[in-house]
């Protein structure tokens, strides 16, 4: 029998070693390499079963999705769950992971199918609070309070369900396996059994995972390669903050990557928002200095969104920058532009940036907003409110194209808004809309002067 090694693994980047070490060398993160036991001998040779076959020879069913009625879930999912697939939820403790999927349970069972909810962390009492505060009776929705892998395997193969949920992923062990539940080699494990059961039986397997604002910590980070659909949870925090919940595909081997579902939590559990644009912009808009609304594309749908930005004279020797829901380094870099190029003293003043709403920006086409923002604040000369800016900034100040303008433009028209400043780049796959004016630009430079002679 082959010899025990002691290992050591990174939580968050699965990075190894033989020897303990503070920081880890694959991700450079201090305090994440832990223990492992791993014996070579638990790991037989793959078994090869069926010898390769032409890739023409293989016959496609016509894909079928599992709807729940939940418009906003179904859409994040690409048009609904595909059966034998492996969805990985991630997100912060409280942030509404495990009311989200007692909701589509019970969506699931009013529509005939099968859903099995397997509770690791809460007894099945609580869940049953849970319910009763969802209004879900579930007759039909079959729940089972249990952590040990095998028997959860067992249920599977007894029940045979449509869906099953695994909450969370982190409190499941397999036995054999002598690290503790939660670490790295356990819920890759665990993770990777489930997953391999579930293809075989064209059941969509959900599994629950906490992650740390960090993104670190307790494994979801090393099954986001396993998993079909990764789904993380973003916004405000669980505790206090804007009510709503904003889901994102990162990943999805069905459907588009950066897809939002956006509810509301309320009382009674998670809504889907019909209209999130105007959701994100504050209600009764006046033109205050710093205020920006920007059209992003968030997968297949434009949101308007607000960002809001405050210079005030720093105390310090060096400036203070704080973003929230923006790329930090982005807005250094155009901090730095406009700066730079188009000369405004920002280097003795700190800069805060932030989202309304809580939810994150990540398209470089939201530059120009921050920065006539910034400049904006700055100047104390407000942004029109019924103005939208759209555009990419790059390190010489000049504003470049952006995708889809098409999309971003009928939204930003169906919102009532008089004013656009776009990209001089777009000029050829923009189609007019009504009621819009359209003032193209071709560097920051004329942004800024647009803005110190509309208001
Ligand atoms: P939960 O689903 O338990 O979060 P997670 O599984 O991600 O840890 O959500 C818990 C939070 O949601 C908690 O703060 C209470 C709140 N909540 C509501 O506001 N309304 C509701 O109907 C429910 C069920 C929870
Ligand atoms: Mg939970």
Redesign the pocket.
Known sequence: MAKEQRLYACQSCGWKTQRWVGRCGGCGEWNTVVEETWSPSQRSAPQCTEPPIPLAAIETQREERITTGLEEFDRVLGGGMVPGSAVLIG??????????MLQVCNRLALLGHKPLYITGEESLLQIKL?AK??RIEGKDLLLGAETNLETVQGHLNDLKPTLLVV?SIQMIYKEGLESAPGTLSQVRECANELIHLVKDMDCVLFL?G?VTKEGLLAGPKVLEHMADTVLY?EGES??GGA?FRVLRAVKNRFGPTNELAIFE??????HGVDDPSSLFLSRNRSNVAGTATVACMEGTRSLLLEIQSLVTRSNYNVPERKVSGVDYNRVSMLIAVLDRRLGLKLRDQDVFVNVVGGVRVEEPAADLGIALGIASSLTDRPIPSDMVLLGEVGLTGEVRGVGQMEARLKEVGRLGFKRAIVPQDNAKDMIPQKGLETIRVGHLKEAVKILSSKQ
């Open positions: 997100g912060p403790p409280g942030i509404g992971k495990s009311t989200l849970r505060r969802l909450d629950l906490h949870f669980a505790s009510p939590m309320r009382e009674d559990g998670l």
